[in-house]
Each structure stands twice: as C-alpha cells, then as structure tokens.
C-alpha cells in the first residue's frame, strides 16, 4: 500500500488510468477537465471497449490499481446491465462505454464545453 505521503499526483494518477485502459485494450479515450463545472469529480475519463466483457475486465482492474495506488473507490454503476459502467474514484470518474452507447450519450458533447487536459487528444 502507498502512504499518503508519497501518493501520486492527479495527473500521474489520470496518465496510470489511460495506460491500462489501453494495455486492456481500451481505446478513444478522451479526459475531461470538469472542475468548476460540477462537484461530481475534478476529471471524467471516458473510454471505449468493444464488448460488455471487456469493459466488466477494465473496471475491476481499474478498481483493484485504486486500491493499489491507495486511492478510493467511491463505487461502480452499471456491470449488470452492460453497455456502459461508471467507476467512481472520488476525484476521478472513468466511464467505460460500448461505442454505440458512447455515440448515442455524447458524453463528451455534453461536457464539451469543459476543457480537455493539456495535451491529450483522443486515440483511436
């Protein structure tokens, strides 16, 4: 377990997020900066995999790295019911959608008019 003393930074904690998505085959990830936008979190990082199991696989190992870097899990939404799952790290909220859900919401329309992390473009 990391000490509170030596915990990672936001943004360290956002570049670990978006590398495992992409080593568990997560793609079009895109991070929004949403602080002073909403109380919810301070980032939303929103990802795309091509299949219900696949997104139920990138949650759990997104919840188990949390615990790892001593980071809270606040909760999960959505392994149920597919299609779109919602992990909730506290300041970080990651949702996990199948592309047609993800093209259907327009998360990032919705947030658009926050502004994306320095940066970072969208893959894929």
Do not use: C
Not at 40 to 57: E, K, M, N, P
């Amino acid at each position: 377990m990391i000490h509170p003393e030596k915990a990672i930074s936001t943004a360290q904690w956002l570049e670990q997020l978006e590398t495992l998505i992409r080593d568990h085959r997560g793609h079009e990830i895109v991070r929004l900066d949403v602080r002073g936008l909403t109380t919810l979190a301070d980032h939303f990082l929103i990802a795309s995999g091509t299949s219900d199991r696949q997104l139920r696989t990138l949650a759990e190992r997104i919840r188990d790295a949390a615990r790892e870097a001593g980071r809270p899990v606040i909760g999960s939404e959505g392994e149920r019911t597919g299609g779109w799952i919602l992990v909730d790290l506290d300041d970080v909220i990651v949702h996990l959608m199948l592309p047609d859900l993800r093209r259907f919401y327009q998360l990032e329309k919705l947030w658009g008019w926050s502004e994306p992390v320095e940066g970072l473009q969208p893959d894929g």
